[in-house]
């Protein structure tokens, strides 16, 4: 979680210093519960002259006080003490610019000591989600000089967008829009993202990374290995679509291979491994019987292709014959899966990062969570309709 401070000058050296101020000191005490002289510490700080010139000792009580504070440029000499990080809490919500902290000190000559200021926009309290977008949310913003801090705790946020490359934010007093001719370009954003798009024209490059280390970073692709989880068995296929992204439907339409996304795959591989590993062919469509009528008219010459056109039985020995019936005996293949096969298309997850190791891997969904996959598609589906 970050925090903003935008700090001038703080501690500059130079005519003056925090002494500048006579000896004659007054106290002023805040405190909720109405035993001081404020019940609030914007209060007490409006109450301190303008162009002050005398030390002016704010102590603020144990609680928790729900306001902004300022400090503007004319009330200098300003000492702010509370009871303790852990004790007295200022609190506020405001965000949108960085011109709208908890805590803002523009005057010269302040010292703050023992107290916590938060920004509770994207920090909600008692354990809350945090439902509001990320914006700058300030928690302090201090520009004046000669001003000192002593066991203080500062939370907010700031919006950081990718790796800048920059320094023209160094420069900038009040952290201002940059000119449109200014703004970074796409060679100076940082590490772009891979998009690896599904295609069969496949391309992956070798770019060299922090450290002298290269990686593989994959544009185009339209192969992966597949696990097959409970038959504990990998191929080789071909990536055939895009179906669901949980996070971005524009990856689904553009057909983006992500780590996480559910894709089709080609199920010709497993259905080659199964007919072997267990001597069962899956997913092969049931042919209707002909009648006995269209047998007695069919005639010697057209059965006699049809008959050569048959594929031949492999033979198989006495020991690989007995290793399959064995193998038969454990068989069960998840009704879900075997309809896939028969569309010869197989819902699978990306397990692997293609734009970091230039490989789509990932593994064939099985049991629930296919079933948990096959309703989220289903109902995308029905929207599309609607």
Not at 51 to 58: E, G, H, T, V
Not at 148 to 167: C, H, P
Request: proline letters at 3%; hydrophobic letters at 35%.
């Amino acid at each position: 979680m970050w925090f903003f401070v935008q700090q001038q000058s703080v501690f500059r050296t130079g005519h003056g210093s925090c002494m500048d101020g006579l000896k004659k000191a007054e106290q002023v005490f805040v405190d909720q519960s109405g035993n001081g002289n404020f019940t609030t510490i914007q209060k007490a700080i409006d109450s301190v002259p303008a162009n002050n010139r005398n030390w002016f000792f704010i102590n603020v009580a144990a609680g928790l006080y729900k306001e902004k504070v300022k400090i503007p440029r004319d009330k200098p000499f300003i000492v702010l003490v509370g009871a303790g990080t852990s004790k007295t809490r200022v609190e506020w919500d405001d965000h949108v610019s960085i011109q709208t902290p908890t805590f803002a000190l523009s005057a010269n000559n302040t010292v703050v000591k023992s107290l916590t200021f938060v920004n509770t926009y994207n920090l909600p309290n008692n354990g809350k989600v945090n439902k509001n977008d990320i914006t700058p949310a300030p928690a302090a913003m201090i520009e004046g000089d000669k001003c000192a801090f002593y066991s203080n705790l500062i939370y907010g946020t700031w919006f950081l967008i990718g790796i800048s490359r920059d320094s023209i934010h160094k420069r900038r007093a009040t952290g201002g829009k940059q000119k449109g001719w200014r703004k970074k370009r796409k060679y100076e954003m940082g590490r772009q993202p891979a998009n690896t798009k599904l295609s069969s024209n496949k391309t992956v490059r070798r770019i060299r990374v922090r450290g002298g280390n290269v990686k593989w970073r994959a544009l185009r692709l339209d192969t992966g290995n597949y696990s097959w989880g409970s038959e504990a068995v990998t191929r080789k296929t071909r990536v055939l679509d895009v179906v669901y992204n949980a996070s971005n439907n524009e990856l689904v339409r553009t057909k983006t291979l992500v780590k996480s996304a559910i894709v089709q795959v080609d199920a010709a591989p497993f259905k080659q491994w199964y007919l072997q590993h267990y001597g069962v062919e899956v997913g092969r469509k049931k042919k209707t019987v002909p009648s006995a009528a269209k047998k007695e008219g069919e005639d010697g010459e057209e059965a006699a292709p049809a008959a050569a056109a048959a594929p031949e039985e492999v033979k198989k020995s006495n020991h690989v014959q007995r290793k399959i019936e064995s193998r038969q005996e454990g068989r069960s293949l998840d009704s879900h899966i075997e309809d896939q096969f028969a569309s010869g298309r197989l819902l699978a997850c990306i397990s692997s990062r293609p734009g970091q190791c230039g490989r789509a891997d990932g593994y064939i969904l099985e049991g629930k969570e296919l079933e948990f996959y096959q309703k989220k598609i289903q109902k995308k589906k029905g929207k599309g309709a609607a």
